[in-house]
């Protein structure tokens, strides 16, 4: 039997024999669908599955700090054991401690459906509880986020309101890409893609003759097709590059002078920095080549066909997650501005094409239904890369946005639908921040490093296992996701979950609303139903649908072209910005008086660069989305296994460097620093450039607490990227700034251990387990 089903990364059929998901292949419709696919079957039913609710031992027998969390083992119990142990102990940290004590909601992306959606489930059941503390942000474009309000608008809004790709192919003679623009990305998009467009789309821009330029130490950061032109500059100078080139269109008289004083604010300052007249520094080609690496006569040369031709300046998302992460931003808008093509077609600039299938490609017409989380009573939040600080410094202040803003006391931590030990910096520093709280909650699939280092593990439905229906969050389409198995083990859908724990806390109504989960989704269906219907679109009553296949609805924009409308008429028009023009320079910024980010885009040296760490650490460490998996999702599938090198992630080292360390494509290799240490596969290649080595992120974190620092025996690069931000402004994720070496592993080559179950033991007297615990704490 065959069903269809929808993931982040598309859409799937799958085939489902004697109870079990045996394969799931592209949908025949897809131009380009994604091998992760391949890597469900295997998850679903694989050896790391949670099947039972498990409590962690010394928690349990309420000797919490007996054993840390991530060593300790675990007891099952049953679910009315496990849902009384939630309920006493949130009720006891919020009478204790208050809501402003409880930190979760998570991060993540979880499952493509629209109503059984980890964190939708989890804030709505928290927020009938009297709330909690969020995070604010994500790990992937969040310096965009911060700093893109100040000077242009909303980074969201920007997002969808990116110049498509058939625009760029008809206008556009050159794209320079910051960052690249990896295939690999384009797999994925946020609540689903339907079709892969990309691909043929990037065919398209090569078949029309449009010049492609990749600035990026990978050179597979370019599809092959664009045969774009490879200039590697070294990690986090791109600021500086795109400096170079500006002060070379300036000093040529080759800015659009006219367009900066209708469209912008702030020039005088940004020039006056170009020139060196505040710290007698001209940012010339010369200096830049001198920081980046890249010749400065191409820097000259590249900037001048940037003004004679129609370009469109392309930043990718992870140039901004390294060190001042808010500069090359800023002054890619700076850059744009005086190349005057913002607004016109084809022309501008576009931060984070190819962070997902869709920016550039597609757009939603409405917005679909969705199950409403409630009001959160707790106001307060983190920005989401601080974790670890807020869980190890209790209290303590740290700046945001020009406030002083101090951390929540953390007594409970409940995290669903995501994996910070996948996605968080400096491992080793998060498990000792995970020590830190009384309690941490984890709803989890799989026995991944974040289930191990929670009390109570409550495992969950995947998303073959229950009813749902897909819908990108910048897709066209519409997917149903019948239930192709029966749950594995004891795992149950979230929803149940949280309906059992209301009962207990006497509120269930609340929650509920009266309804069971077929009827929020019918009812969500039918506010999906109503707003195609204002958009002139007929959709089917739910239950044709959940039985059909997919529904395409039309594209509303396609062909879009970013500040088109503010460029015909600036006033208005104007941006939600405090002139209403582009801010180039930002008082408000300026106002802030911030030692890591001024007024203006500015130059500012990596930091362990500034430090002197390249003497001990001379390699760049790059880690980017893998192609085999969307981050660490289905890390122990069929798929992701087989790029693997002796079960470890693989690592790109330049011939150069792996020669003259004697290491070979296949060796097992020890990547280490002052932070951590971690085992990879080699894999000898020049598509990284000298001085760089690239780690696919999303490995299952799988230390070895006895050897030196921990050693991770997978892959993990985030046990060497420090947790430190981009700036005192954002706070965001800055990991792609670690320094790192290299050497060939000669020890006895360790077992992977996080792909299978982790130790369970008894517990005395566990029919007494809730009185028992309750009494010791």
Known sequence: MKKITASHWGIGIATVQDGKVTKVQGHPNDPASSQINANIADSLHGAARVLRPAIRKSWLEGRANAVPRG???????????????????????????????????????????????????????????GGFVRSEGNYSYNAALGLMPHIVGPYRTHVAQATRWSVIAQNTDLVVMFGGMAERNTQVSDGGVARHRMSDNLQACANAGVKFVNISPLRSDAAD????????????????????????????????????????????????????????????????????????????????????????????????????????????????????????????????????????????????????????????????????????????????????????????????????????????????????????????????????????????????????????????????????????????????????????????????DGKSAGDWLEEIWEVTRQRAADA????????????????????????????????????????????????????????????????????????????????????????GQPKTRLHSQLDNGAYSLSHKINGREPVLINPGDAAARGIQSGDVVELFNDRGRCLA????????????????????YDPDFDAEQARDRHGNPNVLTHDQRTSSLTQSPAAHSALVEIRKYDGPVPTITVHAQPRFQSADDLDKVPEMRAKKT
């Open 536 to 623: 002139e679109v007929t959709l089917p009553e739910w239950h044709s649908f959940i039985a059909g296949d997919v529904i395409d609805v039309p594209d509303p924009s396609p062909n879009q072209v970013f500040l088109a409308e503010f460029r015909s008429d600036p006033e208005a028009h104007s941006l939600p910005t405090p002139s209403g023009r582009i801010e180039l320079y930002s008082d408000v910024i300026a106002g802030f008086r911030l030692d890591d980010c001024k007024g203006h885009a500015a130059w500012f040296p990596p930091r362990d660069v500034a430090a002197g760490k390249l003497a001990h650490y001379p390699l760049a460490l790059l880690s």
């Open 681 to 700: 596969g080699a894999r000898v290649s020049d598509e990284v450039s000298a001085g760089c080595l690239f780690l696919w992120t999303g490995a299952w």
């Open 225 to 512: 097709v664009l045969d774009a032109e490879w200039m590697p500059a070294r990690p986090g100078t791109d600021t500086a590059l795109m400096m170079g080139l500006a002060y070379t269109l300036f000093a040529d008289g080759l800015h659009d002078q006219a367009f900066l004083d209708r469209y912008t604010v702030g020039f005088d300052h940004a020039r006056d920095y170009l020139l060196g007249v505040q710290d007698g520094q001209a940012k010339d080609a010369d200096w830049a080549a001198a920081i980046c690496g890249v010749d400065a006569n191409k820097i000259r040369s590249l900037a001048r066909q940037m003004a004679e031709q129609r370009t469109m300046i392309s930043v990718a998302a992870g140039v901004q997650r390294s060190d001042y992460g808010e500069q090359p931003l800023w002054m890619a808008v700076t850059l744009a501005a005086m190349l005057g093509q913002i607004g016109l077609p084809g022309g501008g600039y576009v931060i984070g094409y190819g962070v997902n299938a869709n920016i550039g490609n597609i757009e939603r017409p409405f917005r679909w239904g969705t199950m409403s989380q409630g009001a959160n009573p707790v106001e307060d939040f983190i920005p989401v890369a601080m974790i670890s600080e807020m869980l190890l410094n209790p209290c303590g202040s740290y700046q945001y946005q020009g406030q002083s803003r101090t951390f929540p006391d953390t007594r409970m931590v409940w995290w669903a639908g995501g994996n910070p030990f996948h996605h968080h910096q400096d491992l080793n520093k998060l498990h000792a921040a995970f020590q830190r709280p009384e309690t941490v909650i984890v709803n989890e699939v799989n026995w991944t490093a974040t289930a191990r280092h929670a009390d109570i593990v409550l495992p969950v439905a995947m998303a073959q296992e229950r009813m749902d229906f897909g819908a990108g969050k910048s897709d066209n389409a519409l997917v149903p996701m019948p239930q192709l198995v029966v749950p594995a083990g004891e795992a149950r859908i979230e929803y149940d979950i949280y309906t059992g724990l209301a009962a207990r806390l006497g509120n269930v109504e609340h929650f509920t």
């Open 71 to 129: 060593r300790d083992s675990f007891v099952e119990v049953n679910w009315d054991h496990a849902l009384d142990l939630v309920a006493k102990e949130l009720t006891r940290v919020r009478q204790t401690h208050g809501n402003r004590a409880i930190f979760a909601g998570s991060y993540g992306w979880s499952s493509a459906g629209r109503f059984h959606h980890a964190q939708s489930q989890l804030k709505r059941f928290l927020n009938t509880q």
